[in-house]
C-alpha cells in the first residue's frame, strides 16, 4: 500500500484560501486514482474530489465545484487542493486517500471503500 501524508492545513478567515498537499512514498504513485475527503466533528466523512491517474479527468462534489481545485505531479508522488472562496462550513479535518481500482473517476469516487490507503488528515478551520 502506498503511504500518505498531508499538509498545508491550517487557520483561515472566511472568503480566503489554502492549499493542501498529499505526498505519497512508494514508485506506483500514478497508478493511483486519488481522492480529498473531509470529516467535520459528529459528522460522516464526505468526499470533496477525485483525480485520475493521469489528472485528465476530475470530479468534484457540488459544495466545493468552482471553489476547489484538484490536480497531481506524479513526477512527485504528490496530489494537491487549492481551496479558494473559503467558508465556515468548510471547516473540517481533511484527508486524501489512494485507489487502485479506477481508471476514471466520477460518481464512484465518493465511495469511501473504493480507496485502499488514507493519510492521518490535517485540520482545516475557516472562521467567520
Known amino acids: 500500500q502506498v503511504q500518505l501524508v498531508e499538509s498545508g492545513g491550517g487557520l483561515v478567515q472566511a472568503g480566503g484560501s489554502l492549499r493542501l498537499s498529499c505526498a505519497a512514498s512508494?514508485?506506483?504513485?500514478?497508478?493511483?486514482?486519488m481522492g480529498w475527503f473531509r470529516q467535520a466533528p459528529g459528522k460522516e466523512r464526505e468526499f470533496v474530489a477525485a483525480?485520475?491517474?493521469?489528472?485528465?479527468?476530475?470530479y468534484y462534489a457540488d459544495t466545493v465545484k468552482g471553489r476547489f481545485t484538484i490536480s497531481r505531479d506524479n513526477a512527485k508522488n504528490t496530489v494537491s487542493l487549492q481551496m479558494n472562496s473559503l467558508k465556515p462550513g468548510d471547516t473540517a479535518v481533511y484527508y486524501c486517500?489512494?485507489?487502485?481500482?479506477?481508471?476514471?473517476?466520477?460518481?464512484?469516487?465518493?465511495?469511501?471503500?473504493?480507496?485502499?490507503?488514507w493519510g492521518q488528515g490535517t485540520q482545516v478551520t475557516v472562521s467567520s
Open positions: 486517500a489512494a485507489d487502485t481500482r479506477s481508471t476514471v473517476v466520477g460518481p464512484n469516487s465518493v465511495l469511501t471503500w473504493m480507496y485502499e490507503s
Open positions: 512508494g514508485r506506483t504513485f500514478s497508478r493511483y486514482a
Open positions: 483525480i485520475s491517474r493521469s489528472g485528465g479527468n476530475t
